[in-house]
T-cell receptor, first 112, second 110 residues
């Protein structure tokens, strides 16, 4: 596609429910990144993929968070048993080797 | 020590002035450096990338890199109100992981 596509754009969920966030990167981009941005804060690194493998998942906040990427393309970020502190904008970005990241529009997650 | 540090600001400059944004990083093997602009409620967008020591100019923007001092800066000449945003410094080290600073909020006053 023309850019990084994320869905849904907004998600409101009840505390304790599971949520899945989807990212469709730019075609041909081998690297895919997930970041989290809380209101008024910077970008917090969560995980990145090179192809289907995740060389660095050091930023995942807890074992409630997991991510996968299939076919070297689409990625899903899953948050189990959501908590209110999980409320944030989740940003996905993709890049090809040694090129800058291009971001999607993000998914705004609200846990009530 | 934080990996990428920026003055959070806010930085306020008058229209037409030069805005200077600074960033330091801790990983000496870092090779790639980026400046992103983020308008309120929007995603970050790339402004400049720089990979070698010295200056790189693109229109009103100049990125400066000094690897010995582990310092990268962004100058915005002839600042416009439309430049008002948060500017994020990002550094890629030995791996492909891109680490962002917390950003500097810039306000350009008409």
């Amino acid at each position: 596609g023309a850019g990084v596509s994320q869905s849904p754009s907004n998600k409101v969920t009840e505390k304790g429910k599971d949520v899945e966030l989807r990212c469709d990167p730019i075609s041909g981009h081998t690297a895919l990144y997930w970041y989290r941005q809380s209101l008024g804060q910077g970008l917090e690194f969560l995980i990145y993929f090179q192809g289907n493998s995740a060389p660095d998942k050091s930023g995942l906040p807890s074992d409630r968070f997991s991510a996968e990427r299939t076919g070297g393309s689409v990625s899903t970020l899953t948050i189990q048993r959501t908590q209110q502190e999980d409320s944030a904008v989740y940003l996905c970005a993709s890049s090809s080797y040694n090129s800058p990241l291009h971001f999607g529009n993000g998914t705004r997650l609200t846990v009530t | 020590q934080k990996e990428v540090e920026q003055n959070s600001g806010p930085l306020s400059v008058p229209e037409g002035a030069i805005a200077s944004l600074n960033c330091t990083y801790s990983d000496r093997v870092s090779q790639s450096f980026f400046w992103y602009r983020q308008y309120s409620g929007k995603s970050p967008e790339l402004i400049m990338s720089i990979y070698s020591n010295g200056d790189k100019e693109d229109g009103r923007f100049t990125a400066q890199l000094n690897k010995a001092s582990q310092y990268v800066s962004l100058l915005i000449r002839d600042s416009q109100p439309s430049d008002s945003a948060t500017y994020l410094c990002a550094v890629k080290g030995g791996s492909e992981k891109l680490v962002f600073g917390k950003g500097t909020k810039l306000t350009v006053n008409p």
